[in-house]
């Protein structure tokens, strides 16, 4: 079946430093979706990207989908203590159910 | 409120015993999903609706889990002889189904099942 891997699992910065986290998956994906999850909540939808190379921006996040639609990252310039939280990136193989990610866990030191 | 609302928000169950959960989605979201998650890990899908269908099943239910939406409107999960290895955070999320611009899903709060 589908995989969705995401790396890294876990990532440390100083507040001010970026943050970028990878996802790949074994198929082609229709569309990729991005997800925050703050510790002890739930899963926040952030963006969909839905076309080969996208590249899409909110604020200080950038989010892009690789030309093939097997890879995608989103890139956190100057982090802030805001962004800690779990990010997942999430794939259908078709339109339907996601599969997540296993999360990349951003943690931001004052 | 208007978001995905879940009920029980925790839950406490002793081996052996049935548990139930309710979910009800936004109210024109025709889409309602179920996922498990557990500590360190993404959400795993476990089942979803369109409507009153049950459209897809994951491998990961087994026969000890039921879900249903019988108007289409709000769901339930029900676990039956529950196990220590089900203990988990039970997600809900809904969507407007695939053919809209955007589907994302909506999260509710979910239910956090301990079976001791």
């Known amino acids: 079946g589908q995989q969705v891997m995401q790396i890294p699992q876990y990532q440390h910065v100083q507040e001010g430093e970026d943050f970028t986290t990878y996802c790949n998956s074994s198929?082609?994906?229709?569309?990729i979706q991005w997800y925050k999850q703050r510790p002890g909540g739930h899963p926040v939808f952030l963006i969909q990207?839905?076309?080969?190379?996208e590249v899409k921006k909110q604020k200080r996040l950038t989010f892009q989908f690789g030309e093939a639609k097997k890879n995608s990252s989103l890139h956190i310039t100057a982090t802030q203590t805001t962004d800690v939280g779990t990010y997942f990136c999430?794939?259908?193989?078709?339109?339907?159910?996601?599969?997540f990610g296993q999360g990349t866990i951003l943690t931001v030191h004052p | 409120d208007t978001g995905v609302s879940q009920d029980p928000r925790h839950k406490i169950t002793k081996r052996g015993q049935n548990v139930t959960f309710r979910c009800d989605p936004i109210?024109?979201?025709?889409?309602l999903y179920w996922y498990r998650q557990t500590l360190g890990q993404g959400p795993e899908f476990l089942t979803y609706?369109?409507?009153?269908?049950?459209?897809?099943k994951s491998r990961l239910l087994s026969d000890r889990f039921s879900a249903e939406r019988p108007k289409g409107s709000f769901s339930t999960l029900e676990i039956q002889r529950t196990e220590q290895g089900d203990s988990a955070m039970y997600l809900c999320?809904?969507?407007?189904?695939?053919?809209?611009?955007?589907?994302?899903?909506?999260f509710g709060p979910g239910t956090r099942l301990t079976v001791t």
């Open positions: 999320a809904s969507s407007l189904a695939p053919g809209h611009l955007s589907y994302e899903q909506y």
């Open positions: 198929t082609t994906l229709s569309n």
């Open positions: 990207l839905v076309k080969s190379g």
């Open positions: 999430a794939g259908p193989p078709s339109y339907g159910k996601l599969t």
């Open positions: 109210s024109e979201h025709n889409r």
């Open positions: 609706f369109q409507n009153e269908a049950q459209l897809e």
